[in-house]
């Protein structure tokens, strides 16, 4: 199986940086996608940048601010979170579409990270 492990949430003031990491480990034969999603309390989980064939996107609310990076030989996935606000408080997640090795065979799954916490606050 695959498994995806997020470091790097915590507290933070307004106009400060953050940097989120996105391990992936397992029976990976290839990363398609990866992407970082958030959910701020008592709301749904919102997409909030993407990265797939070397091309990245950002949604409107992140755009200047939120980067997103992938180091392809660790298997590693980032989001450097500039100039924090309060509203991009929420749980960050982690999303990976990989095709994997299951019982000898290769098939496409998508996976979830555990979620970390990113709270901006003075």
């Known amino acids: 199986q695959v498994q995806l492990v997020e470091s790097g949430g915590g507290l933070v003031q307004p106009g400060g940086s953050l940097r989120l990491s996105c391990a992936a480990s397992?029976?990976?034969?290839?990363?398609?996608?990866m992407a970082w999603y958030r959910q701020a309390p008592a709301k749904q989980r919102d997409l909030v940048a993407r990265?797939?064939?070397?091309?990245?996107d950002v949604v409107d609310s992140v755009k200047g601010r939120f980067t997103i990076s992938r180091d392809n030989a660790k298997n590693t996935c980032y989001l450097e979170m500039n100039n924090l606000k309060p509203e991009d408080t929420a749980v960050y997640y982690c999303?990976?579409?990989?095709?994997?090795?299951?019982?000898?065979?290769?098939?496409?799954?998508?996976?979830w990270g555990q979620g970390t916490l990113v709270t901006v606050s003075s």
């Open positions: 397992g029976s990976i034969v290839r990363i398609n996608n």
């Open positions: 990265l797939a064939n070397g091309e990245t």
């Open positions: 999303y990976a579409g990989v095709k994997a090795d299951i019982d000898r065979s290769h098939r496409f799954v998508e996976v």
